[in-house]
């Protein structure tokens, strides 16, 4: 009887031993396909922010797994023998919701790696850097993601309301950049009742506003003042910049845009920030202007043609046309994938490297289907040798193209703003996989 009683509770429990096991199995196999493919297509360096996980303390529970937002999207991080890792390292945008769901406290955010450094302004926990009074929000200072920009605009404004003594004679904060940061700032600047102005080089937006017409945007709900929660989850571009630009009419923001930042100089103990037309008296100064800098430029015979131009708007407007995009990150891959879907246009993607190791996924998947279906062509190893009025040289390998060509797009990505912050005394240092 005994026997019989234990028999009844061990089948069932082998059976649930063994169906885990199995599947277990199976999750391992999968995620180490996903491993093996990022390795061998060499995507193997985070852009940025991203989870550098102790395996002496992770215990395996995938709870970091199931919290990636990216999920299930992209699988950014997987489960191998029992712990966790990154499988796909150029998916992880720097969510860092892997590292509040770790039980363990086994994950911990970092910046760049052992092999790819990333260079980054020193800030400290409320965002001030080593120029006491000059503070950094946003991407600029190493945190992707709208969610986060807002966020820190917020935070830094905060900050600075409660540490700073009030001056009559100047702006108690100007805010350089009109993007999400500088846009969250502005909002916590008025609800605290600071003196403060926008300065912004182009268009309200910032670096939104610069991306391709109709691109999906995905950001999480946020608090902001004056406004409450936002609930966006998948939005255009021109919905959000749509949203912002009533919410600036209606708090009636104070914002100047084409205004362009050529220097900001220490006065008694404030600051002038001057543009080409205007100097500034602020007591404070908040940098929100993203890390794309100036465009960086090929630096070929040619260049300074009209039809050169380096971000992508409206895909529509190269409708019939012979189109030559240059780059390898996900601006480049986003620009020509838009133009080959929305238009008749011939497409040529021309990358210097062997693989798109910079961009995401879901754009090399855009890609690779442009391409099969024939709207696009891709050059892998080339570099631009030459641009003319009608046509575009290039080398690939020992072998030079001659393209016929109406329009060249540059996505090469941008000269971050080191020299900038270095004038200003703001100390830059390159991280190699630390916090």
Known sequence: MDKLVLALYAIPLALLWGWHAVRRRRRDARHRSVLQEAIEAGLTEPPSLHPLIDSSQCIGCGACVTA?????????????????QLISPTDCIGHGACKIACPTQAIELVFGSAQRGVDLPVISSTFETTVPGIYIAGELGGMGLIRNALRQGREAAEGIARSRPRDQSRLDLLIVGAGPAGFAAALTAKALGLRYLILEQESFGGCVYQYPRRKLVMTQPV???????????????????????RTSEQQQLQIRVQQPVIAIERVDTGFSVRTPTQAYAASTVLLAIGRRGSPRKLGVDGEDLPKVVYRLLDPEQYARCQVLVVGGGD????????????????????????AFTRAKQRNRQRIAAAEQAGRLSVLL??????????????????????????????SAGGVLPNDFLKRIGITVQTKFGTA
């Open 68 to 84: 990636c937002p990216e999920m299930p999207d992209h699988q950014v991080l997987g489960i191998i023998d029992g712990k966790a």
């Open 223 to 245: 608090d902001l003042p004056l406004i409450g929660r936002i609930h966006f989850r998948t939005v255009s571009k021109e919905q959000l910049l749509d949203f912002w630009m």
């Open 331 to 354: 601006s480049a891959l986003e620009a020509a994938a838009s133009i080959a879907e929305a238009t008749d246009a011939q497409v040529t993607l021309s990358y210097r490297g062997e």
């Open 381 to 410: 190893n080339s570099t631009v040798k030459h641009i003319t009025p009608e046509s575009v040289r290039l080398l690939q390998g020992s072998r030079e193209l001659e393209v016929a060509n109406d329009s060249v797009i540059v």
